[in-house]
């Protein structure tokens, strides 16, 4: 079961209408997906969060130190690459590379194994994840409120339980189109909204006091993720919860994260964070502090499926009865990849996403969609 090849592919797709949050405009998808084959004939498939070029050079100048090792050794693959990457790449797009690879490995491993991969990581913690929509970005038109309650109403119509807006155009008109968005959707949905960092802690909150009458599920995001400390003031002075995490990598980036006691709830990315060995330290870590975790996941199929495997085992340490809802962020903005790149990776049904018992990641490749996409050089 000897890594014999690892493959990268920068997948494009121009956007039919492009879409903008609080910081800038998107026009196309680019995202870089990994495969990996063994000797034994095995593949895996994995998937880096960030610009995709970058990470298609950090997987090729990773791969010279792990072909040839045991592709189900998963965390001694992991410590090689962190171990040939540390003194000049602590943080950032390498360790996004290291993530495709790892989740292509615990692919790899469920196929090798015949075993789903939230059994390797421990088993099955629930039966269902709930996923919530993001959507409702802002587009260039003259009737953004009207087009940004009809896309609510969508969502509540296809029977999502939960949902996230983008804000950071201003706070007065944050606040009106929230509560718009509130109106259209009732008080039965819950809906989260995220800034993107648009704000500083005064502005912050001046939006979480007046969004607060709206019953806001979570405010992601609200100021830079540098500022650990401001984060904290911000969630005395709101009853918010106050979620973030998307930018940071590594448990050491969380536990800067949570000894700071910065947020009510991490958002992890699993493609660019560490991977889904990393993100299972994550999640231990998380434990500790008695934090919730959400992770965050923007990408395909791939990403999608390994982000509901780990929520499948996610491990909470409250508990009742009526067991907690797990959220998992399920994309709804247009993304031709996400749509088409994978066969059976995620059914969404009746405001549920419930995963099967397929080995791996539990999704199958589509290569007339691979070939499609793939950026050619
Ligand atoms: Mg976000």
Redesign the pocket.
Known sequence: MKIKSIESFVLFDKLKESFYFSQWEYTERRICIVKITTDSGHVGWGEGYGPAGIIKAGIQHLAQFIIGMDSLETETIWNTMYRRTLDYARRGILVSAISAIDVALWDLKGKIMQQPVYMLLGGKKRDCVIPYA?GLYFTKCNNLDEKLCDEAKAYVGMGFKAM?MKVGLGIERDIELVGKIRETIGNDINLMV?S?HAYNLREAIQLANGIEKYNIGWF??PISPEFYDQYYELRLKTSIPI?GG?CEYLRYGFQTLLSSKSVDII?PDICSTGGITEAKRIATLATVYGVDLVP?S?GTGIALSAAAHFITNLDIVSGRMNSQICYM?YDRSENGLRDELTHNSIVFENGIIMLGDKPGLGFELNEDALYKYTLKE
């Open positions: 993001t996230k995220d993107n992601e995001e979620a998307e958002q965050h923007w962020e």
